[in-house]
Every structure is written in C-alpha cells, then in structure tokens.
C-alpha cells in the first residue's frame, strides 16, 4: 500500500497544522495493542456498532462538511494514520425502514490535502485514505472534508447516508502494520437542507442496524494462525498481516502468499501460482472451529 499512504505525503512536513474542533470529535486511543474508538463519547449507538453523526447543517454548503474530525492520543509508534472503507454507500429509506444497498444515486466524496476517495452504492470497499503523519507527534487533530452529490451533479436527497470505516495506521514504507485496524464504525450523514428529513427522522434511522457484513481482522489473524499450524509445507513460518492491493494478507518465504478480501479467500505465488480464490472465509473460519 506503498502508493496509498507515502506517495502523496512526502511534502506534508510544511502543512501539518491543527483545525478546531468540529461536531462530532470522532475521538480514539492506542492502548494495549489497540485502537480504541470514540474516547471523546460523542458517537452512538447502532446495534454492535459506533455510529458518528455529521450533520450537513452550514447553510451556505448543506452538502459538504469539513468541521468534525478525527483526534487520537498515545500513537506512539509514529508511521502514518489512515482510514479503511469497510462498506459500499447505504442511504435510508423511511418508507421502507431500512438501510439500502441499491437503488439509489448519491455518492460519497471523502478528501484530504490532494486525495479524493468516491464511494457509491457499488464501489469505494477497501479504499484506504491519509488521516495523518504521527513522525513527531502521539496526538493529534485533523479534518477530511465529506461531500455528499450525485455524479451528474445534482443535489442529493435530503435524508442519512452512512459508510462504514475502521482507522489503522502503517510505518511510512507503508508495508508494516503499526495500529492493528479498529473495529469497524459508522459515519452517518445527516442532511436537511430542504427541510424534508429533521433530526426525529435521523433518530428512527439510526435505531435501525443495517444487516451488512463486516471484516473481522482480529479472526482473519487467528484463522491465519491456524493456517500456518496446519499447512506448514504453504505457510512454513510466522508471517505478519498486511494489506496487499486490497487484501489483508501474509506472505511467506516461498513465494505463497494467502488473503482474504470481500468475504473470500485467495492463494497466489510460489507453488500456488497465479491468484485464486479459495472460497468463502465463513467456510474457512467453520473449518478452523473459529464459528
């Protein structure tokens, strides 16, 4: 992920500064080997998940927001921070009561410094983005700016719109994990510029959970694990995970490299050859007995 996270930062050394704290202060924390979310107690609840609501509310720009932000503290083992998109666009639908995955077009726009991530109903999964350079800090605050359009540039609906994100954060070679991915959390955005969906519209929409598959990195690693116990003639020694043009994947000595991305699982190199899928990584977790 070299070309995601150093690339287009070598000259942040000279712009790095702090905004002021926008709404909500999407707060997090590294301890014990993890990264904590939302430590400022700003987020809500939606079922399992942290959800973080940004509401579209500047009258001179209702669908763009850059006033909320991010903030950590005790990220002490430098790198860089980034964020990982964990699901397509889901828009609510108040005459259904629930979250679509289809059949709608707004699009989400995240940015920072030069960098633009477009996520939509079908496309954005796994893109990864730039929160911030930690070479000299522990802390810090920092602002992306979120835009919620439609392609052919008219207005969006009023209404919520929610994607689902983790933070993780990488060495500056950007081929060693250093802040094991979070949880996966929830940014909803709120927008009632037409005054068509109010803040009691909101509150039924985040009472609903949305049913949507979610990595689980930590049970990616154990199923991992148990590969390398099982088949030591692919995986003959511990590897670390990383991320590999979309996969969360080790690689080993022999050329093998083993991924899993969109709910399956991929072999490539050495004896294996060519990338191929292996099947669905539920099938793989029930045979390592990690149901």
């Not at 991010?70 to 609510?92: A, D, P, R, V």
């Not at 990864?128 to 070479?135: H, V």
């Not at 709120?190 to 009691?200: G, M, R, T, V, W």
Request: charged fraction near 20%.
């Amino acid at each position: 992920m070299k070309h995601i996270f150093v690339g287009l930062f070598v000259s942040f050394f000279s712009v790095m500064a702090y905004a002021h704290e926008g709404q909500p202060n999407m707060g997090f924390a590294w301890r014990n080997g993890k990264i904590e979310i939302d430590t400022r107690h700003q987020g809500s609840s939606l079922g399992e998940h942290t959800a973080f609501v940004i509401p579209f509310n500047d009258a001179l720009a209702p669908y763009r927001m850059g006033d909320s932000g991010f903030t950590g503290i005790g990220f002490n083992q430098g790198g860089i921070l980034g964020y990982q998109i964990e699901s397509t666009l889901l828009k609510w639908s108040s005459e259904q009561s629930q979250w679509l995955r289809d059949s709608f077009s707004e699009q989400l726009v995240i940015s920072r410094l030069a960098a633009e991530n477009v996520v939509t109903n079908e496309e954005g999964n796994g893109l990864q983005g730039f929160i911030e350079k930690l070479t000299n800090i522990s802390h810090f605050e920092s602002h992306a700016i979120f835009r919620i359009e439609k392609p052919d540039g008219s207005l969006p609906d009023d209404g919520a719109y929610m994607v689902f994100i983790n933070i993780l954060g990488m060495d500056e070679s950007g081929e060693r994990i250093l802040y094991k991915p979070s949880d996966p959390f929830a940014l909803v955005f709120h927008i009632n510029a037409q005054k068509s969906f109010d803040n009691l519209a909101l509150s039924k929409a985040l009472k609903v959970a949305p049913t949507i598959e979610l990595n689980d990195y930590d049970r990616m690693d154990a199923l991992f694990d148990w590969a390398e116990s099982q088949y030591k003639s692919l995986f003959p020694h511990p590897a670390e995970s990383r991320f590999i043009f979309g996969y969360y994947a080790r690689c080993y000595d022999n050329s093998v490299c083993v991924g899993s991305k969109n709910g399956r699982i991929y072999t490539a190199g050495g004896i294996l050859g060519d990338i191929r899928e292996q099947g669905a990584i539920a099938d793989f977790y029930n045979l390592a007995g990690l149901e």
